[in-house]
Structure formats: structure tokens, C-alpha cells
């Protein structure tokens, strides 16, 4: 597993390629254009396309079959707002520099809660691609990352009490059944792994806690999945080279703000390295 590094020098030559490249809105359009261009993802859903596209617009028109294609369209960057925001989150991860939302807010000029919301539907989009190779981990062994409140945090109880609230109400769920054979799930992950592979999982939970607790100082368990996601896109440069985090953020399905309040992650699920 990767250690969690220092990383001032790659941010400064993150942020200044950034901005040769995006001063504004319009330059974020173009580069997302270019970037589907070059996947070949542009399609206007005839078989001889002749595309006509304004620069800085987010649509293109088709001359042969009259469409005009909005192309963030249904995608995670639908319809946004400050797209050079967005593209500079999105490039970051891409080049592996965390940033955190108030630096973010600072750099981009734009309110700190835009900031974290961009921040948070990207890691969304993140999170979406764990597959099956994800391992199942108990929340509880986060619980060093875990003291910022949330909406789902009890009145007047440390952040942590919402892992035992969690819990209890799955012990009192009258669905014990789904609780077994989630229990029998995470022993069978863990009766099966050998020994290098729970170290190799010791190592990996305790890079991202160090992770969480130097970029965001701690976490709350409602988010907590996020965080991780976002872990795995650092430590992961493999698979989140340039240009992946931007095709993830296009295959997404559009995250609404109440869907963003309603968050839940079924069950932690961790990607290791
Ligand atoms: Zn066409």
C-alpha cells in the first residue's frame, strides 16, 4: 500500500497546468468536449455525423442529422454551474493531489459548501467504480477518522455514537436475517483472507485514516465511504490516470442535492491497492 506523501510541488505543477489550460467556464467545456472526442464518445446517433460545435459551448450540432447534443447531458455534470470548479476537483484527482474544499474555495473563488458538494458527487462517481474486488470493512475500525458530526449524529453525542446508533438499529431490525448473512459475509472475507492479506488490509485502513485525518481532519460515518473512495483515487494512480476521473464523472448519472443529503453507503467498501 502506498504511503500517504507529501505532495506541495505536484499541487503547484497540478494547479499551474490547470490553469494554462482552463481560465474560464468555456475552457472547461472544451476540454471535456475533447476529452469525449478522444474516447469517441461524441455521438449524435447517425451513422455519417458532421459535428459543428461553437467553442465553449456544451452542445454540438450535427449538419447531417440536424440534432443538436447537449453533451454533459444526464451525466454527473449535468446542467452545472461553475464547470471550471469542477474540472479543476476532477483534475486534481487525476493527477493525484488532494485538495480539500476550503482550499478548493479559495483557489476557484467559489463558496467553500459548492466546494465540498463538487467534492463530494466526484467521489460519488469514485465510489461507483469499486467492483467486486472491493472488500467489505467493518466501519468501526475507522473509527480514529471518524468526529465530524452529521445529520444523522444523536443530539449532544460525540460523531461516534452514530456507528453504535447504526448498530443498534440493525440489532433491533426485525430483518435479522439480512443482518446474518451480512455478519456471515464479512467473516467469510476474513476467514479467507491469509495472513499477507490482512496485513496488507491493517496497512490499508491505517494509510487511510492517516489520509482522512490530514487532508479533512476527520470524517463523519455518514461520508465516511466517500473518503475512502477518495483514498483509493490518491493511492491508485494506475487506475485514475489522467483523464479517468473526468470519464467516470460522464458515465454518472446526475446527483441531485437532496440526493447528496440522503447519501447512504449500504455497506464500507474499500478498494485496496
Ligand atoms: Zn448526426
Request: with cysteine.
Amino acid at each position: 500500500m502506498t504511503a500517504v506523501i507529501e505532495d506541495d510541488d505536484l499541487f503547484v505543477e497540478a494547479w499551474s497546468k490547470f490553469n494554462e489550460l482552463v481560465h474560464s467556464d468555456e475552457d472547461a467545456a472544451d476540454l471535456i468536449f475533447h476529452s469525449l472526442l478522444q474516447e469517441n464518445e461524441i455521438e449524435c446517433g447517425c451513422s455519417s455525423p458532421k459535428i459543428l460545435r461553437e467553442p465553449g459551448a456544451r452542445c454540438f450540432y450535427c449538419a447531417s442529422c440536424k440534432r443538436e447534443v447537449w453533451f454533459t447531458a444526464g451525466t454527473l455534470l449535468s446542467g452545472v454551474s461553475r464547470l471550471r470548479a469542477w474540472m479543476a476537483v476532477i483534475w486534481f484527482k487525476e493527477w493525484g493531489v488532494t485538495v480539500s474544499s476550503l482550499r478548493i474555495s479559495k483557489l476557484l473563488d467559489i463558496a467553500q459548501s459548492t466546494a465540498l458538494n463538487i467534492n463530494k458527487k466526484v467521489a460519488i462517481a469514485l465510489a461507483s467504480q469499486m467492483d467486486d474486488s472491493a472488500m467489505i470493512i467493518d466501519p468501526k475500525t475507522f473509527s480514529a477518522a471518524i468526529f465530524k458530526r452529521s445529520r444523522h449524529t444523536p443530539a449532544d453525542e460525540h460523531p461516534l455514537s452514530e456507528l453504535l446508533e447504526n448498530n443498534s438499529r440493525a440489532t433491533d431490525s426485525s430483518d435479522a436475517d439480512e443482518v446474518e448473512s451480512r455478519q456471515a459475509k464479512n467473516k467469510r472475507v476474513f476467514s479467507l483472507a491469509d495472513c499477507q492479506q490482512q496485513f496488507g488490509i491493517s496497512m490499508a485502513i491505517a494509510s487511510a485514516i492517516a489520509f482522512i485525518r490530514k487532508y479533512f481532519h476527520g470524517v463523519s460515518h455518514k461520508y465516511l465511504q466517500l473518503y475512502v473512495a477518495a483514498f483509493w483515487c490518491h493511492v491508485d494512480r494506475a487506475t485514475w490516470k489522467k483523464g479517468s476521473v473526468l470519464m467516470a464523472c460522464l458515465k454518472h448519472p446526475p446527483v441531485s442535492y437532496i440526493k447528496l443529503l440522503n447519501y447512504e453507503s449500504p455497506e464500507l467498501k474499500m478498494m485496496l491497492v
